[in-house]
């Protein structure tokens, strides 16, 4: 092998190497497409469900107590057809603002649907995730949205649930929003 040989050989290396990079970092950017919600800039269902499993995990080692909030925006449809979807999604925009700021840094909050937040709180019984979820509501209800100059009310309603060891994400899932009806229909 002479010398052009290895200089050719390295510079295709060299080429193939940042080639990898340049594919490793679309990965991390498709893997964070496919868990993030581009609106609100939240995990979306995907990502929820991932941290939901960890949170499972070390409910389950480590005795630990968390709790599972399942928020509802009220009237999201109505908003909408009567203002348009831009009045909609920033509407979503709020509500996911106050959500987030209306928890602790290390609490995860996602959207995991067209309407439908939901909230992982570490370290929290029934009592405190009650109380946090009401609060919310309350934040919510006396938030001023205006969209358009005009003013638009928005509520939610909260269920809360228990994370337990034995839990898989669809039912830590199904018992906060079995909560969250229940508590829409009071």
């Known amino acids: 092998m002479d010398v052009s040989d290895v200089g050719q050989l390295v510079s295709e290396i060299?080429?193939?190497?940042?080639?990898?990079?340049?594919?490793q970092e679309r990965v991390e950017q498709l893997d964070l497409l496919a868990h993030e919600d581009s609106l609100v800039d939240l995990p979306n269902r995907r990502g929820f469900v991932r941290a939901l499993e960890r949170l499972i995990d070390r409910v389950s080692r480590y005795q630990e107590k968390a709790a599972l909030l399942f928020v509802d925006l009220d009237g999201l449809k109505l908003i909408n057809d009567?203002?348009?979807?831009?009045a909609g999604d920033a509407a979503l925009i709020q509500v996911a603002r106050l959500?987030?700021?209306?928890?602790?840094?290390?609490?995860?909050?996602?959207?995991?649907?067209g309407d439908e937040f939901a909230i992982l709180l570490g370290h929290s019984d029934e009592e405190s995730?009650?109380?946090?979820?009401?609060?919310?509501?309350?934040?919510?209800a006396d938030s001023d949205f205006?969209?358009?100059g005009q003013v638009l009310p928005l509520s939610v309603a909260i269920g809360a649930a228990l994370i337990e060891a034995?839990?898989?994400?669809?039912?830590?899932?199904?018992?906060?929003?079995?909560e969250m009806y229940r508590r829409k229909a009071a």
């Open 129 to 140: 995730a009650r109380e946090t979820a009401a609060r919310l509501v309350d934040v919510i």
């Open 99 to 113: 959500l987030v700021g209306g928890v602790r840094k290390s609490d995860v909050v996602a959207r995991i649907g």
């Open 82 to 86: 009567s203002f348009g979807h831009q």
């Open 146 to 148: 205006t969209h358009d």
């Open 14 to 23: 060299s080429a193939l190497r940042a080639r990898v990079a340049q594919l």
């Open 166 to 178: 034995d839990d898989s994400p669809e039912s830590a899932m199904a018992r906060a929003d079995h």
